[in-house]
């Protein structure tokens, strides 16, 4: 199981708290750095300086750091038209050098939606919406460089869109698809997802969506899904940094047992994750809520990974 960084700047954070934390976990050998997409702290509290844009930072993170993988867990696609969210994903590749992924999805927090004035159609057009970005994101990518291309969908219309920049992965960067939804989401994974992942779930839920989104690639004759999940993580030396860490996101011993993440001494939590492999995933996203805390970095990669 590889291990991933998972940040939600919207709780309170500037590029520079992201910037610091992307390269400390390049240096500890993580697998990657993702960051949410969203522009309003949710839930109560703080929100501190308020939103950063999730795509100018995953660019700037990539002419700061030179191994890591980069991504959106979830980029909406309310926020974006599919032809400008093609260029920037793009552009962002090559800045990188090939190291930037997608995670995509239909949005659900409407009260961003409202404070910023992003339309917020009801949830089937969003469903809607998100097929046909995939569509032109992949139909865009993958035009030869000197042809054009276009679509007529039902939201969505290119005419002789010249389709670039190219990115400098090919056929295109990892696309990602998540959610716990039993029937659209498997179907979108499965027709257009390098990676599926299931977010803050218990084992059990996390088997279910692994075996639908599985079904649903074998009806499209492909067996190549890397399969993943998030899960918040307090994880400490001793029960007392446990707690700490505990009370300093809020979270109690119950919320993460319930499936809301995994916790614990390391021992501890080397056995909660690894009830995931037995399920099939392949990659963790440990959400990081106190980014002012690189040591919890540290611990999880020298105490954990070492052992998945």
């Known amino acids: 199981m590889r291990l991933r960084v998972f940040t939600e700047p919207q709780q309170g954070a500037t590029y520079d708290d992201l ?9 500890l050998g993580y697998d990657a750095f993702f960051r949410s997409d969203h522009l309003r702290r949710i839930g109560s509290g703080d929100p501190g300086p308020g939103p950063t844009e999730s795509w100018l930072t995953v660019a700037a993170l990539a002419r700061e750091t030179t191994r890591i993988r980069l991504g959106t867990m979830l980029t909406s696609a309310t926020f974006r038209l599919p032809g400008m969210l093609a260029v920037a994903v793009a552009q962002a590749d090559a800045m990188s050098g090939g190291r930037v992924e997608l995670g995509l999805g239909a949005g659900w927090y409407e009260r961003e939606h409202e404070a910023y004035g992003i339309p917020f159609p009801p949830v089937g057009e969003r469903f809607d919406r998100l097929a046909e970005q995939f569509e032109i994101l992949t139909g865009m990518w ?9 679509f007529g969908g039902r939201h969505y219309t290119l005419a ?13 960067p990892p696309l990602i698809v998540g959610g716990k939804g ?17 977010p803050f779930s218990d084992v059990e839920i996390v088997r279910t969506q692994f075996e639908r ?22 994880v400490g030396r001793t029960d ?9 996101i809020g979270h109690s011993p119950d919320e993460m047992a319930a499936g809301q993440g995994v916790y614990g001494v390391p021992d501890q939590v080397v056995e909660q994750l690894t009830r995931f492999i037995e399920v099939g995933a392949d990659r963790v996203y440990c959400q ?3 980014l002012d805390d690189l040591d ?12 998945l």
């Not at 993958?142 to 276009?150: D, F, L, N, R, V």
């Not at 002789?160 to 295109?172: E, G, T």
């Open 142 to 150: 993958a035009t030869p460089a000197g042809s054009t291309y276009s």
């Open 182 to 198: 039993p029937r659209r989401t498997p179907a979108l994974a499965a027709r257009f997802a390098d990676e599926f992942n299931v």
């Open 213 to 234: 989104v599985r079904a649903a690639c074998r009806e499209r004759g492909r067996d190549d899904i890397v399969l993943s999940v998030a899960q918040t993580v307090a």
């Open 296 to 307: 919890h970095l540290e611990v999880i990669a020298t105490e954990v990974g070492r052992h």
């Open 160 to 172: 002789d869109c010249p389709a670039l920049p190219k990115p400098v992965q090919l056929p295109h």
């Open 240 to 248: 007392a940094e446990v707690q700490r860490r505990l009370e300093a």
């Open 288 to 290: 990081l809520i106190d």
């Open 19 to 27: 910037l610091r934390v992307a390269r400390a976990a390049e240096d």
